[in-house]
Protein backbone atom coordinates (compact mmCIF):
# COMPACT_ATOMS: atom_id res chain seq x y z
CA UNK A 1 0.00 0.00 0.00
CA UNK A 2 2.41 2.41 -1.19
CA UNK A 3 0.24 4.66 -3.27
CA UNK A 4 -0.11 7.98 -1.37
CA UNK A 5 -3.79 8.24 -3.03
CA UNK A 6 -4.32 5.22 -1.26
CA UNK A 7 -2.79 6.47 2.61
CA UNK A 8 -4.66 9.53 2.45
CA UNK A 9 -7.96 8.08 2.22
CA UNK A 10 -6.44 5.10 4.22
CA UNK A 11 -5.00 7.66 7.57
CA UNK A 12 -6.08 6.53 10.68
CA UNK A 13 -9.16 4.60 9.27
CA UNK A 14 -10.00 1.73 11.70
CA UNK A 15 -7.31 2.52 14.24
CA UNK A 16 -9.57 3.30 17.13
CA UNK A 17 -8.62 1.21 20.24
CA UNK A 18 -11.81 2.11 22.49
CA UNK A 19 -14.92 1.42 20.13
CA UNK A 20 -13.47 0.58 17.31
CA UNK A 21 -15.32 3.30 15.24
CA UNK A 22 -14.25 3.57 11.49
CA UNK A 23 -13.15 7.09 10.77
CA UNK A 24 -10.69 8.38 13.60
CA UNK A 25 -13.34 10.03 16.74
CA UNK A 26 -12.51 13.62 18.11
CA UNK A 27 -10.62 13.82 21.00
CA UNK A 28 -11.29 17.17 22.51
CA UNK A 29 -9.46 16.76 25.67
CA UNK A 30 -6.80 19.05 27.12
CA UNK A 31 -5.69 16.31 30.16
CA UNK A 32 -5.43 12.62 30.19
CA UNK A 33 -5.06 10.55 33.00
CA UNK A 34 -1.74 9.32 34.52
CA UNK A 35 -1.71 5.58 35.26
CA UNK A 36 0.49 6.35 38.67
CA UNK A 37 2.44 9.65 39.59
CA UNK A 38 5.43 8.19 37.85
CA UNK A 39 4.17 7.08 34.99
CA UNK A 40 2.77 8.87 32.09
CA UNK A 41 0.46 7.12 29.69
CA UNK A 42 1.20 8.57 25.54
CA UNK A 43 -1.42 11.02 26.26
CA UNK A 44 -0.92 13.43 29.09
CA UNK A 45 -1.67 17.53 28.26
CA UNK A 46 -3.57 18.73 24.73
CA UNK A 47 -0.80 21.16 23.56
CA UNK A 48 2.03 18.40 23.58
CA UNK A 49 0.21 15.61 22.12
CA UNK A 50 -3.46 14.75 20.77
CA UNK A 51 -4.57 11.64 19.08
CA UNK A 52 -6.56 13.81 16.12
CA UNK A 53 -2.94 15.93 15.64
CA UNK A 54 -0.92 12.90 16.03
CA UNK A 55 -2.68 11.59 13.19
CA UNK A 56 -2.74 14.33 11.03
CA UNK A 57 0.84 15.03 11.79
CA UNK A 58 1.96 11.19 10.58
CA UNK A 59 -0.04 11.24 7.84
CA UNK A 60 1.23 14.40 6.23
CA UNK A 61 4.87 13.61 7.50
CA UNK A 62 4.34 10.32 5.20
CA UNK A 63 3.07 12.09 2.88
CA UNK A 64 5.99 13.81 1.85
CA UNK A 65 8.37 11.40 3.21
CA UNK A 66 9.90 13.17 6.11
CA UNK A 67 10.79 11.82 9.56
CA UNK A 68 8.13 13.31 11.48
CA UNK A 69 5.58 16.48 10.90
CA UNK A 70 4.50 19.24 13.40
CA UNK A 71 0.69 20.40 13.09
CA UNK A 72 0.23 23.73 13.82
CA UNK A 73 -2.47 26.72 14.28
CA UNK A 74 -1.61 28.01 10.68
CA UNK A 75 0.70 28.52 7.62
CA UNK A 76 1.91 31.40 9.02
CA UNK A 77 2.92 29.80 12.57
CA UNK A 78 4.26 26.87 10.83
CA UNK A 79 6.64 29.33 8.86
CA UNK A 80 7.75 31.05 12.72
CA UNK A 81 8.36 27.57 13.83
CA UNK A 82 11.24 27.15 11.40
CA UNK A 83 12.67 30.40 12.33
CA UNK A 84 13.38 28.49 15.82
CA UNK A 85 15.73 25.90 13.75
CA UNK A 86 18.34 29.17 13.92
CA UNK A 87 20.09 31.34 16.06
CA UNK A 88 19.63 35.56 16.76
CA UNK A 89 21.38 37.26 14.47
CA UNK A 90 21.35 34.49 11.59
CA UNK A 91 20.43 35.22 7.72
CA UNK A 92 17.51 34.15 5.70
CA UNK A 93 17.11 34.21 2.73
CA UNK A 94 13.23 34.57 1.06
CA UNK A 95 12.06 34.89 -2.39
CA UNK A 96 11.64 39.03 -3.10
CA UNK A 97 7.76 37.49 -4.29
CA UNK A 98 6.88 35.58 -1.70
CA UNK A 99 3.93 35.21 -0.35
CA UNK A 100 3.00 38.81 1.75
CA UNK A 101 2.45 36.96 5.29
CA UNK A 102 6.00 35.74 4.73
CA UNK A 103 7.26 39.20 4.22
CA UNK A 104 5.89 41.06 6.59
CA UNK A 105 7.22 37.85 9.42
CA UNK A 106 10.62 38.07 7.89
CA UNK A 107 10.54 41.79 7.60
CA UNK A 108 9.36 42.11 11.28
CA UNK A 109 11.38 39.34 13.01
CA UNK A 110 14.40 41.53 11.38
CA UNK A 111 13.16 44.50 12.90
CA UNK A 112 13.18 43.23 16.25
CA UNK A 113 16.39 42.20 15.68
CA UNK A 114 15.67 38.16 15.57
CA UNK A 115 16.85 37.69 12.83
CA UNK A 116 18.50 39.43 9.51
CA UNK A 117 17.07 39.10 6.33
CA UNK A 118 17.35 39.16 2.33
CA UNK A 119 14.34 39.05 -0.05
CA UNK A 120 15.90 38.12 -3.52
CA UNK A 121 15.31 37.02 -6.95
CA UNK A 122 16.16 33.39 -6.59
CA UNK A 123 15.69 32.88 -10.24
CA UNK A 124 18.93 35.27 -10.80
CA UNK A 125 21.98 32.97 -10.19
CA UNK A 126 24.17 35.48 -9.75
CA UNK A 127 21.74 37.09 -6.81
CA UNK A 128 21.65 33.75 -5.31
CA UNK A 129 25.29 32.95 -5.48
CA UNK A 130 25.99 36.97 -4.04
CA UNK A 131 22.85 35.95 -1.32
CA UNK A 132 24.30 32.34 -0.41
CA UNK A 133 28.03 33.81 -0.24
CA UNK A 134 27.25 35.47 3.24
CA UNK A 135 26.48 32.12 4.67
CA UNK A 136 22.49 32.63 5.32
CA UNK A 137 21.56 29.75 8.39
CA UNK A 138 17.82 29.51 6.71
CA UNK A 139 16.67 29.65 2.57
CA UNK A 140 12.90 29.92 2.29
CA UNK A 141 12.24 28.76 -1.06
CA UNK A 142 7.91 29.29 -2.90
CA UNK A 143 7.24 27.84 -6.52
CA UNK A 144 5.09 28.56 -7.97
CA UNK A 145 5.10 32.26 -6.56
CA UNK A 146 2.13 34.22 -5.81
CA UNK A 147 0.53 36.26 -7.85
CA UNK A 148 1.91 35.55 -10.90
CA UNK A 149 3.29 31.83 -11.10
CA UNK A 150 7.11 32.49 -11.83
CA UNK A 151 8.73 29.16 -11.13
CA UNK A 152 12.28 28.55 -9.54
CA UNK A 153 14.54 25.37 -10.12
CA UNK A 154 14.00 23.84 -6.66
CA UNK A 155 16.61 21.28 -7.24
CA UNK A 156 19.05 23.34 -8.27
CA UNK A 157 18.52 26.23 -5.32
CA UNK A 158 18.39 23.38 -2.76
CA UNK A 159 21.92 22.07 -3.99
CA UNK A 160 23.45 25.23 -3.99
CA UNK A 161 21.57 26.30 -0.49
CA UNK A 162 23.24 22.55 0.84
CA UNK A 163 26.80 23.72 -0.10
CA UNK A 164 26.67 26.84 1.68
CA UNK A 165 25.82 24.63 4.70
CA UNK A 166 22.06 26.31 5.03
CA UNK A 167 18.74 24.62 5.56
CA UNK A 168 16.06 24.89 3.09
CA UNK A 169 12.48 25.61 3.43
CA UNK A 170 9.89 24.67 0.66
CA UNK A 171 6.48 26.19 1.20
CA UNK A 172 4.87 24.01 -0.98
CA UNK A 173 1.22 25.21 -0.12
CA UNK A 174 0.47 25.94 -4.09
CA UNK A 175 1.02 22.29 -5.36
CA UNK A 176 0.91 20.31 -2.07
CA UNK A 177 2.92 17.36 -1.72
CA UNK A 178 0.55 15.46 -4.62
CA UNK A 179 2.35 17.66 -7.16
CA UNK A 180 6.39 19.01 -5.90
CA UNK A 181 7.96 16.69 -3.70
CA UNK A 182 10.67 18.97 -1.40
CA UNK A 183 12.74 16.39 -0.23
CA UNK A 184 13.04 14.62 -3.50
CA UNK A 185 14.18 17.57 -4.58
CA UNK A 186 16.77 18.15 -1.79
CA UNK A 187 14.80 20.34 0.59
CA UNK A 188 15.13 19.59 4.34
CA UNK A 189 12.29 21.25 5.47
CA UNK A 190 8.25 21.43 3.24
CA UNK A 191 5.49 23.96 4.62
CA UNK A 192 2.16 23.90 3.86
CA UNK A 193 -0.81 26.31 4.73
CA UNK A 194 -2.90 23.06 5.51
CA UNK A 195 -6.05 25.95 5.17
CA UNK A 196 -5.67 25.63 1.16
CA UNK A 197 -5.61 22.45 -0.57
CA UNK A 198 -4.59 19.76 1.80
CA UNK A 199 -7.99 20.36 3.70
CA UNK A 200 -9.16 22.17 0.74
CA UNK A 201 -13.12 23.25 1.89
CA UNK A 202 -12.12 27.16 3.29
CA UNK A 203 -13.22 25.84 6.56
CA UNK A 204 -10.02 25.93 8.90
CA UNK A 205 -6.93 27.79 9.55
CA UNK A 206 -3.67 25.39 9.96
CA UNK A 207 -0.56 24.62 8.45
CA UNK A 208 2.40 22.16 8.64
CA UNK A 209 6.26 21.77 8.65
CA UNK A 210 7.36 18.47 7.76
CA UNK A 211 11.32 17.55 8.22
CA UNK A 212 13.34 15.27 6.41
CA UNK A 213 15.83 14.28 9.34
CA UNK A 214 14.34 12.98 12.66
CA UNK A 215 17.04 15.95 14.45
CA UNK A 216 14.79 18.81 12.88
CA UNK A 217 12.03 17.10 13.58
CA UNK A 218 12.57 16.40 16.87
CA UNK A 219 13.26 20.23 17.41
CA UNK A 220 10.31 21.48 15.90
CA UNK A 221 8.39 19.65 17.97
CA UNK A 222 9.63 20.17 20.97
CA UNK A 223 9.55 24.35 19.85
CA UNK A 224 6.01 23.67 18.91
CA UNK A 225 4.69 22.74 22.25
CA UNK A 226 7.41 25.18 24.24
CA UNK A 227 5.89 27.74 22.29
CA UNK A 228 1.98 26.58 21.62
CA UNK A 229 1.71 26.75 18.20
CA UNK A 230 0.13 23.31 17.72
CA UNK A 231 -3.15 23.05 15.78
CA UNK A 232 -6.38 22.63 17.79
CA UNK A 233 -7.89 18.51 18.06
CA UNK A 234 -11.13 20.10 15.64
CA UNK A 235 -8.81 21.61 13.36
CA UNK A 236 -6.79 18.29 12.78
CA UNK A 237 -10.01 15.97 12.88
CA UNK A 238 -11.44 18.43 10.05
CA UNK A 239 -8.12 18.73 7.99
CA UNK A 240 -7.64 14.76 7.60
CA UNK A 241 -11.48 14.54 6.50
CA UNK A 242 -10.63 17.61 3.97
CA UNK A 243 -7.10 15.60 3.40
CA UNK A 244 -8.81 12.37 2.00
CA UNK A 245 -9.41 13.81 -1.31
CA UNK A 246 -6.92 16.00 -2.37
CA UNK A 247 -6.18 13.45 -4.87
CA UNK A 248 -9.16 13.78 -6.58
CA UNK A 249 -9.87 17.32 -5.83
CA UNK A 250 -6.69 18.65 -7.19
CA UNK A 251 -6.90 16.66 -10.45
CA UNK A 252 -10.62 17.98 -11.09
CA UNK A 253 -9.17 21.66 -10.23
CA UNK A 254 -5.99 21.73 -12.42
CA UNK A 255 -8.26 19.96 -15.39
CA UNK A 256 -10.10 23.05 -15.19
CA UNK A 257 -7.49 25.26 -14.38
CA UNK A 258 -6.15 24.07 -17.56
CA UNK A 259 -8.65 24.74 -19.71
CA UNK A 260 -9.59 27.70 -17.86
CA UNK A 261 -6.22 29.34 -19.11
CA UNK A 262 -6.24 27.76 -22.83
CA UNK A 263 -9.46 30.00 -22.78
CA UNK A 264 -8.24 32.78 -21.13
CA UNK A 265 -5.35 32.73 -23.84
CA UNK A 266 -7.66 33.04 -26.59
CA UNK A 267 -9.10 36.17 -25.12
CA UNK A 268 -9.18 39.91 -26.60
CA UNK A 269 -9.57 41.78 -23.67
CA UNK A 270 -6.51 39.64 -21.90
CA UNK A 271 -2.86 41.21 -22.14
CA UNK A 272 -1.62 38.03 -20.59
CA UNK A 273 -1.76 35.20 -18.64
CA UNK A 274 0.13 33.30 -15.76
CA UNK A 275 -0.14 29.87 -15.78
CA UNK A 276 2.09 27.00 -15.44
CA UNK A 277 -0.23 24.59 -17.37
CA UNK A 278 0.79 26.77 -20.61
CA UNK A 279 3.56 25.51 -22.81
CA UNK A 280 4.36 29.31 -23.12
CA UNK A 281 4.97 29.68 -19.04
CA UNK A 282 9.03 31.09 -19.09
CA UNK A 283 10.02 27.94 -16.95
CA UNK A 284 7.63 25.57 -18.65
CA UNK A 285 10.34 23.24 -18.91
CA UNK A 286 11.25 23.19 -15.40
CA UNK A 287 7.22 22.79 -14.73
CA UNK A 288 7.88 19.69 -16.40
CA UNK A 289 10.70 18.42 -14.41
CA UNK A 290 9.88 19.36 -10.70
CA UNK A 291 6.12 19.15 -10.87
CA UNK A 292 3.77 16.29 -11.40
CA UNK A 293 1.31 18.34 -12.80
CA UNK A 294 0.61 22.57 -13.12
CA UNK A 295 -1.72 23.03 -10.21
CA UNK A 296 -5.00 25.43 -9.94
CA UNK A 297 -3.89 28.76 -9.68
CA UNK A 298 -3.10 30.97 -12.44
CA UNK A 299 -3.74 34.67 -12.74
CA UNK A 300 -4.14 37.09 -15.74
CA UNK A 301 -4.15 40.75 -16.82
CA UNK A 302 -7.14 42.17 -18.13
CA UNK A 303 -7.02 45.28 -20.66
CA UNK A 304 -8.10 48.18 -18.99
CA UNK A 305 -6.59 48.16 -15.19
CA UNK A 306 -8.57 48.21 -11.88
CA UNK A 307 -11.76 49.92 -13.81
CA UNK A 308 -11.85 46.74 -16.12
CA UNK A 309 -10.79 43.98 -13.11
CA UNK A 310 -13.45 45.59 -11.00
CA UNK A 311 -16.24 45.06 -13.89
CA UNK A 312 -15.07 41.34 -14.12
CA UNK A 313 -15.38 40.42 -10.54
CA UNK A 314 -18.42 42.24 -10.33
CA UNK A 315 -20.10 40.44 -12.68
CA UNK A 316 -19.47 37.08 -12.04
CA UNK A 317 -21.75 34.92 -9.85
CA UNK A 318 -19.68 31.37 -9.86
CA UNK A 319 -16.22 32.90 -8.63
CA UNK A 320 -16.49 34.26 -5.22
CA UNK A 321 -14.86 37.00 -4.75
CA UNK A 322 -12.10 36.26 -1.90
CA UNK A 323 -8.46 36.13 -1.44
CA UNK A 324 -7.36 32.88 0.06
CA UNK A 325 -7.31 29.49 -2.29
CA UNK A 326 -7.54 25.78 -3.07
CA UNK A 327 -10.85 25.20 -1.80
CA UNK A 328 -13.34 23.18 -3.28
CA UNK A 329 -14.83 26.36 -4.63
CA UNK A 330 -13.77 29.11 -7.43
CA UNK A 331 -12.79 32.22 -6.05
CA UNK A 332 -11.36 35.23 -7.93
CA UNK A 333 -8.99 38.05 -6.43
CA UNK A 334 -7.59 41.30 -7.65
CA UNK A 335 -4.26 41.09 -5.78
CA UNK A 336 -3.73 44.91 -6.49
CA UNK A 337 -6.45 46.04 -3.82
CA UNK A 338 -7.07 42.80 -2.13
CA UNK A 339 -3.79 40.04 -1.60
CA UNK A 340 -1.33 42.03 -2.12
CA UNK A 341 -2.48 45.74 -0.87
CA UNK A 342 0.30 45.80 1.83
CA UNK A 343 2.84 46.13 -0.80
CA UNK A 344 4.11 49.87 -2.06
CA UNK A 345 2.60 50.26 -5.34
CA UNK A 346 6.00 50.97 -6.46
CA UNK A 347 7.00 47.47 -5.28
CA UNK A 348 3.69 46.05 -6.82
CA UNK A 349 4.76 47.30 -10.17
CA UNK A 350 8.23 46.34 -9.88
CA UNK A 351 7.54 42.74 -8.83
CA UNK A 352 5.18 42.82 -12.48
CA UNK A 353 2.38 42.98 -10.41
CA UNK A 354 -0.32 45.39 -12.40
CA UNK A 355 -3.93 46.97 -11.49
CA UNK A 356 -5.52 45.25 -13.83
CA UNK A 357 -4.25 41.71 -12.58
CA UNK A 358 -7.32 39.15 -11.60
CA UNK A 359 -5.82 35.63 -9.73
CA UNK A 360 -8.07 32.83 -9.80
CA UNK A 361 -8.63 29.74 -7.69
CA UNK A 362 -9.90 27.40 -9.92
CA UNK A 363 -12.47 24.94 -7.87
CA UNK A 364 -13.65 21.54 -8.87
CA UNK A 365 -17.40 23.07 -10.59
CA UNK A 366 -18.23 22.34 -14.08
CA UNK A 367 -15.83 23.55 -16.84
CA UNK A 368 -18.75 24.65 -19.05
CA UNK A 369 -20.06 26.70 -15.65
CA UNK A 370 -16.97 28.39 -14.89
CA UNK A 371 -16.53 29.02 -18.61
CA UNK A 372 -19.96 30.89 -18.91
CA UNK A 373 -19.06 32.86 -16.00
CA UNK A 374 -15.81 33.85 -16.93
CA UNK A 375 -17.71 35.07 -20.15
CA UNK A 376 -20.27 36.61 -18.55
CA UNK A 377 -17.28 38.81 -17.23
CA UNK A 378 -15.53 39.97 -20.20
CA UNK A 379 -18.76 40.80 -21.71
CA UNK A 380 -19.21 43.27 -18.70
CA UNK A 381 -16.03 45.26 -18.70
CA UNK A 382 -16.83 48.22 -21.32
C1 LIG B 1 -1.92 31.13 2.76
C2 LIG B 1 -0.45 30.96 2.63
C3 LIG B 1 0.39 31.04 3.75
C4 LIG B 1 -0.14 31.38 5.13
O1 LIG B 1 -1.01 30.41 5.62
P1 LIG B 1 -2.17 30.72 6.69
O2 LIG B 1 -2.77 29.38 6.88
O3 LIG B 1 -3.07 31.73 6.09
O4 LIG B 1 -1.50 31.24 7.91
C5 LIG B 1 1.74 30.83 3.58
N1 LIG B 1 2.26 30.58 2.35
C6 LIG B 1 1.47 30.51 1.25
C7 LIG B 1 2.11 30.23 -0.07
C8 LIG B 1 0.10 30.71 1.34
O5 LIG B 1 -0.66 30.66 0.25
Not at 66 to 80: E, F, I, K, N
Not at 210 to 221: M, R, T
Request: aromatic share 6%; glycine share 8%; hydrophobic share 40%.
Amino acid sequence: MTDPKTKIVQAQIGADPAHGSVPPPLYLSSTYLWPSPSEKGIYDYGRTNNPNRDGLAETLAELDGGAGAVVTSSGMSALDLTLNLIQADDLVIAPHDCYGGTHRLLTHRAEQGRIRVEFIDQSDEKALQAALAKSPALVMIESPSNPLMRVVDVKAICAAVKAAGAISVVDNTFLSPLRLRPFDLGADIAVQSTTKYINGHSDIIGGCVVAKSEDHAEKLAWWANCTGVTASAFDCHQTLRGLRTLALRLDAAEANATAIAKFLDTQSQVKTVYSPALPSHPQYKIIQAQQSGPGAMLSFEIEGGLDAATQFCEALSIFKLAASLGGVESLICVPETMTHRGMAESARREAGISDGLLRLSVGIEAIDDLLADLTKGFSAVS
